[in-house]
């Protein structure tokens, strides 16, 4: 089952009657904080300002929503990129539930991934993969950036292989630079895109798509 999220909300109500469902009280979480830009993060002392379990800024967002489905801190566990090997990586990956991709830039975690020799292990893991924005981006194999702040121009990318019939535009706003782009794509590519807002969660169980609040499919527009 693969999750994606628009943002780190899915603790409120649009979403909590159906992720309670699928989150258990007795999961572990394993997080993959590998979307991060070089200029935010340089070395261990700042992934532990970031991400340390006493007062670490994201990882308080990130841990946060999980409280209400009775996760407990002692059950997230994160990968520190600064200071873990590979095989701690793999271990902590292979001793968890649900796998969950941050936020940031989906092509420098995907780098990251390979770099730590990750991948083929994610790709065959049995449990719940869950991302927001980056995180959701790059459990598309086949997915694109759309002209932004931190990307110039319309980019294609190679995620993993979980979801091949279609793309994700988070963020979602109406706009000619976002609307040409998820129209390139599907006309490039000749697969559907869905859109993301705040509130919003795409569940891909299997061949099930299923959307809670508001993400939508994308219509051409006329």
Request: glycine share 4%.
């Amino acid at each position: 089952m693969n999750i994606l999220l628009d943002k780190l909300d899915f603790n409120e109500e649009w979403a909590y009657e159906t992720l309670k469902n699928i989150i258990k009280p007795t999961y572990k979480i394993c997080v993959v904080p590998f979307a991060f830009h070089e200029e935010w993060m340089k070395n261990k002392e700042e992934w532990e300002k970031f991400y340390n379990k006493t007062n670490g800024s994201e990882y308080v967002k990130i841990a946060n929503p999980f409280y209400i489905y009775g996760i407990e801190d002692k059950d997230i566990i994160l990968i520190n990129y600064f200071t873990d090997s590979s095989e701690d990586a793999k271990a902590k990956i292979n001793a968890s539930d649900i796998i969950f991709f941050t936020g940031g830039f989906p092509d420098k975690a995907m780098t990251r991934l390979e770099e730590f020799d990750l991948i083929d292990d994610i790709e065959k893991y049995d449990g719940i993969k869950m991302g927001w924005s980056a995180g959701a981006m790059m459990q598309c194999f086949d997915y694109f950036i759309s002209p932004d702040e931190d990307y110039p121009e319309f980019v294609y990318k190679k995620g993993l292989r979980f979801i091949k019939d279609f793309a994700v535009q988070v963020h979602y706003k109406s706009v000619d630079t976002i609307n040409n782009s998820i129209e390139k794509y599907m006309r490039e590519k000749n697969k559907m895109v869905y859109t993301t807002e705040p509130q919003s969660a795409i569940i891909v169980d299997g061949s099930q798509i299923i959307l809670l609040g508001n993400a939508k499919k994308y219509h051409v527009l006329t």
